[in-house]
């Protein structure tokens, strides 16, 4: 009963702790997260709350919705990097709400319920994608919460309760499909179609599948016909660039080996990834409980999905998680239960040993190749993050019954820490955001705004809430906006930058940020007249143009 009580408020203060309170510790990574804060802005700015656009132009690679929540989180707690993240934060948490709730449902054992909620909240996957500000934790909110509410309605104790359940996945499929697209719809429909006709209960997914339908139509479909009206050529880039080229393009981006998934998996489980094993046997020996195929078929089926998909990343496997952290809390608790200390005593040993070697690692290498450079703070608080996850280790192989959930303490501190950890190349080659912030007052009567890099260009428009900046030499993932024709002039070539800078030095003066990394990007530079301010920090170069005389 004790555990019981604290459960629900100690899982908020974690949350508290471990996720939202570094989120305005670091500036923001490029290209993901300035992207995705300067189109949230940018929604704000021009007020066009259903087609995406990125620094003024056209950006149909995702919806809209995954949007429209970083939006929000700026407007409400402002322009700046929690309000940035906080969509990411706060999705993340209520996924482990539903960790919580639908472990409830599957073991009715509250110390299970709290093992697998507080393990989903620390698997190394999750954690670090609850500080990051991209799409990829709204769309696994909305996965977890359609696959959730589908195992409520197949366990469902009422016709109420199957109706509202039902309703429920449809809601959810529909925010997910406006969020990252059709996978939304695709997964639960993986997932049920084989667990119903096992259970001989098809004909009730079909009756009630159309609900489900009809919920999601209601919620998408205003958006659909809206983004259509405003923009025609949508849902042909969409579909056939971001689903159908993405997943069997020749080209596809990110491109993988089919088992690139696997390994992930087990780095994506820490700390508590020695656990798999015993996870996966208990798993196993239960194949013939239908709570455990379901969240078998809920991790597995999606896993092999992505695994034939051609272009890969990291963060597809996030639907995986919640499963997996469902089927490892259950084996935790049950040796905690029948006092089985073996594999309790082998993962403290995994984590001692790698935070061990971290550590040693770090001692060497800023003895022969330091890359803190003059950061005594930066590096104590690595130094701490690698001290927590030894004494956790200790302490779970000391008392592996009582102690079990010291693992979650290590996890809390990296996420807690490491961003602050970064050293200065990182920072500086990284997260240009901050270098901007630094020179502002003087960026900010530039009349003009030139930046060769993407994310470089993202960070400069979000911080001084100006997406009019020209891009120089580069196009990338914006090469689709620039074809219209009200983008013309938005990008220019080594060939026109001397005359473009000429006229617009003219106008007043001109910032430009300047990533430069490599020998094609110092020739960009060697492009540019030497009259400027200029500004070094790592690799990422500002230059103040002064006006010229007419």
């Not at 016909?225 to 997943?247: G, K, M, N, S, T």
């Not at 069997?248 to 780095?267: C, I, M, N, S, T």
């Not at 073996?342 to 770090?362: E, I, K, P, S």
């Not at 050293?423 to 955001?433: E, G, R, T, Y």
């Amino acid at each position: 009963m004790t555990l019981n009580r604290w459960a629900i408020p100690l899982l908020i203060l974690a949350f508290v702790a471990f996720y939202l309170v570094p989120l305005g510790t670091h500036g923001l990574w490029i290209p993901d997260e300035s992207r995705y804060a300067q189109i949230g802005q940018q929604i704000l700015i021009d007020g066009n709350w259903v087609t995406p656009h990125f620094m003024d132009l056209r950006y149909f690679e995702k919806p809209i919705a995954g949007y429209w929540m970083i939006a929000l989180g700026q407007a409400i707690f402002g322009e700046n990097l929690f309000g940035v993240r906080i969509a990411s934060a706060l999705a993340t948490g209520l996924s482990v709400l539903l960790a919580y709730c639908v472990a409830r449902r599957l073991w009715n054992d509250p110390r299970k319920s709290v093992a697998c909620a507080l393990i989903y909240m620390t698997f190394g996957l999750i954690a670090g994608q609850a500080g990051y500000a991209n799409l990829d934790p709204q769309f696994t909110f909305w996965v977890n919460l359609s696959l959730v509410a589908l195992w409520f309605a197949v366990d469902s104790r009422s016709g109420r309760e199957r109706v509202i359940s039902w309703a429920v996945l449809g809601f959810a499929c529909g925010m997910g499909f406006m969020t990252k697209g059709f996978l939304a719809f695709l997964l639960p429909v993986l997932i049920a179609l084989p667990y119903m006709i096992w259970q001989k209960r098809f004909v009730e997914m079909v009756k009630f599948g159309l609900l489900a339908m009809l919920v999601a139509a209601l919620v998408s479909l205003p958006w659909v016909l809206a983004v259509h009206a405003q923009e025609p050529d949508y849902w042909r880039f969409f579909f056939w660039h971001e689903h159908i080229r993405r997943f069997a393009g020749e080209d596809a981006q990110h491109g993988r080996p089919w088992w690139f998934y696997l390994p992930l998996l087990v780095v994506s489980s820490l700390p508590w990834a020695a656990l798999l094993p015993v996870t996966f046997k208990d798993a196993w020996h239960n194949r013939r409980n239908a709570k455990v195929v379901f969240v078998l078929l809920w991790m597995l089926l999606p896993l092999a999905l992505f695994s034939l998909s051609k272009g890969k990343l990291p963060t597809y496997i996030l639907p995986c998680m919640l499963p997996l952290a469902l089927l490892l809390g259950h084996a935790l608790m049950q040796r905690v239960e029948h006092a089985q200390t073996g594999a309790l005593r082998t993962n403290a040993l995994v984590n001692l040993l790698l935070a061990g070697v971290g550590l040693v690692a770090l001692i060497y290498f800023q003895i022969k190749r330091p890359f803190y450079d003059n950061e005594p703070l930066h590096m104590t608080l690595l130094v701490i993050v690698l001290l927590t996850w030894i004494v956790a280790g200790a302490v779970q192989l000391w008392r592996p019954l009582s102690l079990w959930a010291a693992p979650a303490l290590s996890m809390g501190a990296l996420v807690l820490l490491l961003p602050a950890a970064m050293p200065s190349s990182v920072v500086h080659n990284k997260m240009p955001d901050q270098f901007v912030l630094e020179h502002i007052e003087e960026l900010t009567p530039a009349t003009s705004l030139l930046s060769n890099d993407l994310g470089a260009a993202s960070a400069l428009a979000w911080r001084l809430r100006r997406p009019d900046v020209t891009l120089y030499n580069t196009q990338g993932e914006v090469k689709y906006g620039l074809t219209y024709d009200d983008a013309q002039g938005k990008s220019i070539g080594l060939a026109e930058v001397g005359p473009w800078l000429s006229a617009a030095r003219l106008k007043g003066p001109v910032g430009v940020v300047m990533r430069v990394k490599n020998s094609d990007e110092s020739h960009e530079m060697d492009m540019l007249p030497n009259d400027a301010k200029r500004y070094d920090e790592g690799n990422m170069v500002i230059l103040i143009f002064p006006q010229s005389a007419p």
